[in-house]
């Protein structure tokens, strides 16, 4: 072969590759377009589905239940039909917990009825700590004991402690959309919502600690519940330093003349908290909910 063909060849090779690559692009483009296509059509559906529900007053389903059900609804057709988009949408956890959960958490918190919380503070601690940690124990010593009267499959007694509390995180979306719906007592409406917001941070808590004894040859109550008293003190100390941080910020400086500056100072006091108690090995969701909490209180009127 000659030198100018080899050049020739090379080119053409090139060529070849560049095209095989932008094709590929492009499908990956076409597939994150279909995909976003279809997320965008759901939302959709679900504001118009809860528009309709809320001018209706039918209050016999409540929006989560209505949303839930046009999800089930539109992923059954799609798994049916055979279509190639049932493959599109995916919902990978590290968007939802990375992304979607610090926001949500943080507006929990930073809306939160300070007044009615704090005076029922007492109560609300006693439902979510005290309450998760019974909910855990019984759960995960039902489990053993059904496991060792081989009624169920039998697991050692810190596995099911770890089911037990990954399944006592409970979160009464509908319930507390039918309380705002029905207008209830303010008492009642923030001891769920307080025992909700603190249940899921207990949760995961309690879920890491045991967790992170699965190594060792035995179980101790004490050194668990060590871990968890400095696991649960670290978390809220993350939050709270991070919001005061915020508050002297906004207090040493005027980002407030600069609308765009302050909504992105907000956003990122928004996700550090929660990020940094994660890769702390802490509770993001608990930094966070106190973080909020915090700032609506201090960084607010700044």
């Known amino acids: 072969m000659k030198p100018h063909d080899l050049g020739v060849f090379l080119v053409l090779l090139l060529a070849l590759v560049e095209e095989c690559c932008a094709k590929k692009e492009t499908n990956e483009e076409l597939i994150a377009s279909w995909e976003m296509v279809l997320v965008l059509t759901l939302l959709s559906l679900s504001i118009l589905l809860i528009y309709l529900l809320s001018i209706s007053r039918f209050k016999q389903l409540p929006d989560s239940c209505a949303t839930i059900l046009l999800g089930t609804i539109a992923g059954a ?136 004894l699965n190594g060792a040859e035995s179980f101790e109550i004490g050194p668990a519940l060590t871990q968890f008293a400095v696991v649960s003190l670290s978390s809220v100390a993350v939050g709270v330093i991070v919001a005061l941080f915020s508050a002297l910020v906004f207090k040493l400086t005027r980002l407030h003349e600069f609308p765009s500056l302050e909504t992105a100072s907000i956003f990122i006091f928004c996700y550090l908290p929660y990020l940094l108690a994660e890769a702390l090995e802490l509770s993001g969701i608990m930094a966070i909910l106190f973080c909020g909490v915090v700032m609506s209180h201090y960084t607010h009127f700044n």
């Open 77 to 212: 057709f799609l798994r049916v039909s055979g279509q190639p988009l049932a493959h599109l949408v995916v919902f990978d956890p590290k968007t939802f917990f990375i992304y979607l959960l610090p926001p949500i958490i943080f507006e929990s918190g930073y809306s939160l009825h300070k007044g009615n919380f704090f005076l029922n503070l007492g109560s609300i601690l006693t439902f979510a700590f005290f309450g998760t940690i019974i909910s855990t124990l019984i759960m995960g010593g039902g489990l053993y004991i059904l496991g060792l009267m081989n009624i169920s499959y039998p697991l050692s007694l810190l596995d099911s402690m770890v089911f037990g509390a990954l399944i006592s995180a409970v979160d009464p979306v509908a319930t507390l959309a039918i309380f705002n719906a029905l207008d209830v007592n303010p008492t009642l409406y923030m001891l769920v919502f307080g025992e909700s917001v603190l249940n899921d941070a207990v949760a995961v808590v309690l879920f890491r600690t045991f967790v992170s």
